[in-house]
């Protein structure tokens, strides 16, 4: 029985990881096009949920809802730290690099890095 469960442990751990990846993973080939996305100074649960959702609509991540890219923000403890304004982020681009960029400072005129 305690083997059972180790194994099953284990396969949900792989399973959970295997998701996680998933998400994180571009959800669009690489294009170089550069999106928009406007971040809003508001409380933090409304920032989150209006970033989560405009990266949705605009292809940038895969889900809107419990997603990566909520669970690995709250994880860091960096939901708070997004600076309000016009952020441009390219298509194609792991979660990873999107969060990369919007823990950077807003983009002062159009596409600078």
Aim: proline fraction near 6%; hydrophobic fraction near 45%; avoid cysteine.
């Amino acid at each position: 029985m305690k083997k059972f469960l180790a194994w099953a442990i284990v396969a949900i751990f792989i399973v959970i990881t295997g998701w996680f990846f998933y998400q994180m993973s571009p959800p669009q080939k690489l294009t170089g096009e550069k999106v928009p996305i406007v971040v809003v100074y508001g409380p933090h649960d409304d920032m989150i949920t209006a970033t989560s959702h405009g990266l949705f609509s605009n292809g940038l991540i895969r889900d809107e809802r419990l997603t990566a890219f909520v669970i690995y923000l709250l994880t860091l403890g960096k939901e708070q730290v997004f600076k309000p304004g016009t952020y441009y982020v390219p298509e194609g681009v792991s979660t990873f690099k999107v969060i990369q960029k919007l823990l950077g400072n807003p983009d002062l005129e159009g596409y600078l890095e």
